[in-house]
């Protein structure tokens, strides 16, 4: 029984030992090299380059944060959204949010239950949201934005709007986020 105490205590040493010596050394690891890294992938660089083709007088938008397009009173209520991210926004004349548009990819196997969540995320909040899976084909953008050749003869007939006074006059729902 002693010996047992006496092995664990020896061990318990060494590991004190061990540590104390790493904490004086002062020795901090290095971080690793930074690379550059390709903005798009291969199938977001199509999806944008056939989004500027379908809506040429409109702005496109990738990688866009929640953050961004969000805002609510509570940081409890933020923090449900912190680090979630839009494919693309496409922005009106006056650089409102037209349209968001996500891009579902066969090859990530991205959870279902969230991609519902951030819709009905954003679909609160009042925003358009379009849903393809893989790459849309550039018939598919035009069918989805059609809506968009009507949109530009109103914005001909209206005076130029202030600032934020688009966002101002949307109503905004209050409901109760759960994840």
């Known amino acids: 029984m002693i010996i047992y105490f006496l092995i664990g205590a020896l061990f318990l040493a060494l590991i004190v030992f ?52 969000l805002t609510t009173k509570f940081n409890h209520t933020r923090s449900k959204y912190r680090n979630m991210i839009a494919d693309f926004v496409v922005l009106g004349q006056q650089n409102e949010v037209i349209a968001i548009v996500v891009v579902e990819d066969y090859s990530v196997a991205k959870k279902h239950k969230d991609a519902i969540y951030q ?39 209206i005076a130029p709007v202030k600032k934020y006074e688009f966002y101002a006059n949307k109503s905004t729902s209050q409901l109760k986020l759960t994840n």
Request: proline content about 3%.
């Open 18 to 69: 061990l540590a104390v010596r790493n904490l004086r050394s002062g020795v901090k690891p290095h971080d690793s090299k930074l690379k550059q890294r390709a903005i798009f992938t291969a199938n977001e660089q199509l999806t944008f380059s056939r989004l500027k083709q379908v809506l040429p007088k409109y702005t496109v938008l990738a990688h866009v944060s929640f953050d961004s397009l």
């Open 119 to 157: 819709d009905q995320l954003l679909k609160l909040a009042g925003y358009r949201v379009c849903h393809f899976y893989g790459v849309p084909k550039l018939q598919q953008l035009k069918d989805e934005f059609k809506v968009f050749d009507d949109l530009d003869l109103i914005e001909q007939d």
